[in-house]
Every structure is written in C-alpha cells, then in structure tokens.
C-alpha cells in the first residue's frame, strides 16, 4: 500500500521547511483568524495553541517524501490513505 504524507500539528514548529520543500507546492497552511485568546495574545506571548494547520492537496502530492525528510520536528510523517481520509472527514 502506498503512504502519503500526514501532519501533527502538536509537533510543528511552523518553520514552514515542508511547505518551501515540496516541489508539487502541495502543502498549504491554513490560519484560523477567529480564536480570540490568539488575536488577544499572540503579538506578545507564545500562547498554548495550535490555530494554524498544515493540509496536503492529495490530488498534487506524489509522494515524494521531501516534506517528511526535511521535517526537523517529525511533524510530518507517513501515514496510509485510509487513515489520512478518515482524519479529513473528522475535521469538517
């Protein structure tokens, strides 16, 4: 079975070295703008929370692992389809 390329977000540090790495441009970072503890704070402090997210367009994405080698924190890691499908479905 082939693997694609997944997130966790606890372990990114947003240095965005997947999203610069991937020849595809596949990944994109989506912000969430409305968590209001975020909007309060984030100028100033390093808040506890995780509003951004990293999505893989599936379509794009060939599989070629350049995001999860160049990961420095195994936030991107490989995963099987099924279980990357399944994550997407929970999300909406």
Not at 26 to 53: G, L, R, W
Request: aromatic share 8%; with cysteine; hydrophobic share 30%.
């Amino acid at each position: 079975m082939k693997k694609v390329p997944d997130a966790n977000m606890l372990k990114c540090m947003k240095c965005n070295m997947c999203f610069d790495s991937c020849p595809k441009k596949a990944i994109s970072v989506i912000s969430n703008s409305t968590c209001a503890k975020c909007i309060k704070y984030c100028i100033s402090f390093i808040v506890p929370c995780h509003p951004e997210y990293i999505t893989i367009d599936y379509g794009i994405c060939d599989s070629c692992g350049e995001c999860v080698n160049r990961c420095p924190n195994g936030a991107i890691y490989w995963s099987d389809p099924e279980t990357v499908r399944l994550k997407k479905v929970e999300r909406q």
